[in-house]
Structures are given as C-alpha cells and as structure tokens.
C-alpha cells in the first residue's frame, strides 16, 4: 500500500470515528449559555484600545479585573487609563475600585478618584472619592464633594457634570479662588 492511500485511510478512519464521538453525545460540548454565566477574573491586565479610524482611543492599566457576563458588569482594582483625543493625550482617570455596568457604558469610580483633564491652558484635575463616568458620551458626574484645581482656579464644588468632549463643566455650591489669566 502506498503512503497516498494509507494517508487517505487515516483521514477516513480519522472522519468516522471524530463523526461517531460527536453525535454520540459521549464528548463534552461547551454550551453557550453556561458559558455566558461565566466570570472571568484576570490580573496586571495592560489595554490599548483603538476608535473606528485606528487611531488611538485609549490606555489602561487594572491590577485585577473581575467580570461577569451574565449580568453585563466588571469590577476593576487600581484603574489606572488615559483617553486620547487626534491621537494626542486628552484626559486620565484613576481609581483604587471600579464597577461598570452594561458592558461598561456607565462606570463607577470610588476610592482616590483622581481625572485629568488637558486643555490649551492647562492641567484640570478633579479629585473626589466617587464619579460616574459615561466613556463613549465622555461625559462625567457626581454629587459629592470635588476638589478642582486648574491653572486659573482652586475651588470645592458639591457635585459635578462635565461633557468632555465640549468642555463644559457644571459645579455646584462652588468655594474657593479664582485668577484669570
């Protein structure tokens, strides 16, 4: 018999038997919706993240990461992730706990949340111990206490909304100075 012919009777042979074990019911088949009840968990997780162009979208670095796909919800340690803008850095945002919710549309941001956000005069930084963030409107908000400091003002506010995109900020109940340029 010549190799041509034995290769052809393993690949037969090979066919039936993987056939047989199939529809038998005897191999174990992974059955979506168990899987999709499935959370996953990951550690030292490094993100980069690009928009519908190839440019460059966004940066991340999480110490863990734990998530779940039935409930559509992540839970994330030490976030640490910068929002591009033309390809340029445009904003940063940190947390030592992270929860989104719906696949991430809307994300909470708790413990020693710090955001960043660059502009044509300067650093804004915002720190406050809780935020909504909306990635993909990169819109933000809160109602506790924040902490702004920008190169023309320092000042606490009781809540925030913010469009990042626009660059409109909205502070309540605002104390604290004030130097135009």
Known sequence: MDIKNLYIT??????????????SGKGKKLDV?????MTYAAEN???????DQGHLYMRAEV??????????TSD????????FKNDQLDSTFFAKQAQGFND???????????????GQNGKMIFTTDLLTAYPDAKKLETTHQVNVN???????????KANLDEGQYEFFNIRGKYAPR
Do not use: C, W
């Not at 994330?76 to 929002?83: D, G, H, R, T």
């Not at 920008?150 to 925030?160: I, K, M, R, T, W």
């Open 33 to 37: 919706q168990s899987a999709q009840n």
């Open 10 to 23: 393993a690949v037969v042979i090979a066919a039936i038997s993987g056939g047989y074990y199939y529809y």
């Open 63 to 72: 110490d863990r990461l734990e998530q779940d796909l039935n409930k559509k």
């Open 76 to 83: 994330l340690k030490n976030l640490n992730a910068s929002m």
């Open 45 to 51: 997780i490094h993100l980069t993240q690009t928009n």
């Open 150 to 160: 920008s190169p023309d003002a320092e000042f606490v506010s009781q809540g925030l």
């Open 104 to 118: 991430n549309e809307k994300v909470v941001l708790s413990q020693q949340v710090e955001a960043t956000k660059l």
